[in-house]
């Protein structure tokens, strides 16, 4: 049944697409982020429903009078060439076949980030983008912290299968990564309820990461709260409302729990933590030996890369988006890599500045901080996870060059409104 619905919803979605491509960008992104084919379990799984609404979306906005490009930015230059790059080195990777389908992955999230870049065109889309990608994760993110509070944290909470967010770990960094997005809907929400309705959804969200028993999750969540309180004005409420959720968070979850926030201060002794090293130490390798290139997506856990610089030990993923991409692209990779990072960080504090009292630029505003708060959670919980290339970081990151633009364009049109009353005040008074 679910399956049916599914590709009812689906097709059905095509003329729309067709007439109004930016719609196609919504129903992508939900796709893209939220698997919803993963939880139909039946034939949709064999449909290429992404690939069906992508070539809609396109064929969309080839036609329509709404064809843009995304706006020229250095954040646009760096994406692009992260791509041609990943794209060179997979031609050199060990096993080309193993990593072409991750690359083809990775150019297809891209190319989304830009499409949704060019068509956000102004705030009623640009909402609509964030509620799509919020409630995307909020269906896991609720019913996995309903399902931590009936089984009295006893089980990890788990993703979609076959998605880059199935593993708990990568689930929990994905709803952290959700959090910031969420409140700023929040803070935007007219309607009383539905500013209720989007906090309570955001705490049982923090429920299901702690229900993920992820550290690295624990790590960046302990990073967003530290971001917040720097930045309230509010600091004592803020400080009591955080205790007031976390200790009884806390008290309830079981022994196992405490058992795994205690190891975070032996990570020495924690075998997991060993592995870690173990796949870093081999990424590194992998980039010296390969130089300038790495071993292509997900190379280095393949057991011939692993077990020929670390025999006899387990293969293990990078567990790091930093080692990840280091290993798999090299240093030049990661040197782009992170060039895109930062970049991403100081343009949303460019748009904070520009936008500052700006009342038609509040939402800007808010929204611009947010994605810096979910830039750090996925900056310090991406330090232990694979998740380097994840649809929500990419999206977020292109999500700026929209921003920036109608910035620019609205203080533009607010400083000659300005300028021409200024003209007009000052001319001189005829005789």
Not at 255 to 269: L, T, Y
Request: aromatic share 16%; charged share 15%.
């Amino acid at each position: 049944m679910r399956d049916i619905a599914l590709v009812i919803v689906i097709f059905g979605c095509v003329p729309v697409i067709l007439r109004y491509p930016f719609a196609g960008v919504l129903v992508w992104t939900w796709i893209s982020i939220g698997v919803p084919h993963q939880e139909a379990w039946g034939f949709s799984r064999s449909i290429p429903l992404n690939l069906i609404v992508a070539a809609a979306t396109i064929g969309g906005w080839y036609f329509s009078k709404d064809r843009r490009l995304p706006p020229m930015h250095f954040i646009y230059w760096t994406f692009l060439l992260f791509l041609v790059w990943v794209t060179f080195d997979s031609f050199f990777a060990p096993d080309p076949a193993w990593s072409w389908q991750y690359w083809d992955r990775c150019w297809k999230t891209i190319f989304l980030g830009f499409f949704a870049a060019a068509m956000a065109t102004n705030k009623v889309r640009v909402h609509a983008l964030v509620w799509v990608m919020v409630i995307s994760l909020f269906y896991y993110s609720v019913k996995g912290g309903v399902f931590t509070l009936q089984s009295g944290g006893q089980f990890h909470v788990l993703g979609p299968p076959n998605s880059y967010i199935g593993d708990n770990n990568c689930l929990a960094l994905a709803i952290l990564m959700m959090l910031p997005f969420a409140n700023y809907l929040r803070l935007q929400s007219r309607q009383r309820w539905l500013a209720i309705g989007t906090l309570a959804a955001m705490i049982l969200s923090v429920v299901s990461i702690v229900g993920s028993y992820s550290r690295g999750a624990y790590l960046g969540l302990a990073a967003v709260v530290l971001v917040g309180l720097f930045r309230t004005k509010r600091w004592f409420l803020y400080i009591a409302l955080v205790v007031a959720l976390a200790v009884p968070v806390y008290n309830f979850m079981p022994e196992s729990f405490h058992e795994r926030v205690n190891s975070i201060s032996d990570a020495k002794n924690d075998a997991s933590f060993q592995g870690r090293l173990d796949a870093w130490e081999v990424a590194y390798k992998v980039a010296i030996d390969r130089f300038p290139m790495g071993a292509g997506f997900y190379g280095p856990q393949r057991h011939a890369i692993f077990h020929h610089y670390l025999p006899g030990v387990d293969a293990h993923a990078a567990h790091s988006i930093y080692f990840q991409v280091l290993g798999e692209h090299g240093f030049v990779g990661l040197a782009i890599y992170l060039a895109l990072i930062a970049a991403a960080f100081l343009t949303a504090a460019r748009l904070r500045k520009l936008t500052r009292g700006v009342p038609e630029l509040e939402w800007n505003y808010q929204l611009a901080s947010m994605i810096q708060v979910s830039l750090v959670a996925f900056c310090v919980g991406g330090a232990a996870l694979s998740l380097a290339y994840y649809d929500v970081f990419i999206m977020e990151v292109t999500l700026l060059l929209p921003l920036m633009k109608i910035a620019r364009d609205t203080v533009a049109v607010n400083e000659k409104a300005k300028e021409a009353r200024h003209v007009a005040t000052a001319a001189p008074v005829p005789a």
